[in-house]
Nanobody, 123 residues
Framework: QVQLVESGGGLVKAGGSLTLSCAAS????????LGWFRQAPGKEREFVSQ????????YYADSVSGRFSMSVNNDRSTWYLQMDTLKPEDTAVYYC????????????????WGQGTQVTVSS
């Protein structure tokens, strides 16, 4: 049974940094695209970043490009989201996700989801 567990969320002041982790179990994640989404209060869940299943290329939403960086460990059991220069508009619940093969910004293209971790950025 696949399980994704996020950690590392919290309260931080604007301009600060946080690193989120996603610990995956129940499967090996070779051949999977790995990702992060977020959902702010009253808004739809939105794409943040992904690392592709092949060649490990990373992609980011325009709103976080240049400030966030996604990485994965050698056995692809844990992936990370380094968030720098945080802004109040980054406040959201952050979810890690995975899908075998390709995945896109649409939620429906992702199979596995974590429960989320809250990130709050104060001004």
């Amino acid at each position: 049974q696949v399980q994704l567990v996020e950690s590392g969320g919290g309260l931080v002041k604007a301009g600060g940094s946080l690193t989120l982790s996603c610990a995956a179990s129940g499967n090996t994640f070779w051949g999977y695209t790995l990702g992060w989404f977020r959902q702010a209060p009253g808004k739809e869940r939105e794409f943040v970043s992904q690392i592709t299943w092949n060649r490990d290329r990373s992609y980011y939403a325009d709103s976080v490009s240049g400030r966030f960086s996604m990485s994965v460990n050698n056995d692809r059991s844990t992936w990370y989201l380094q968030m720098d220069t945080l802004k109040p508009e980054d406040t959201a619940v952050y979810y890690c996700t995975a899908n075998y093969g390709k995945a896109e910004v649409r939620l429906s293209t992702w199979e596995f989801w974590g429960q989320g971790t809250q990130v709050t950025v104060s001004s």
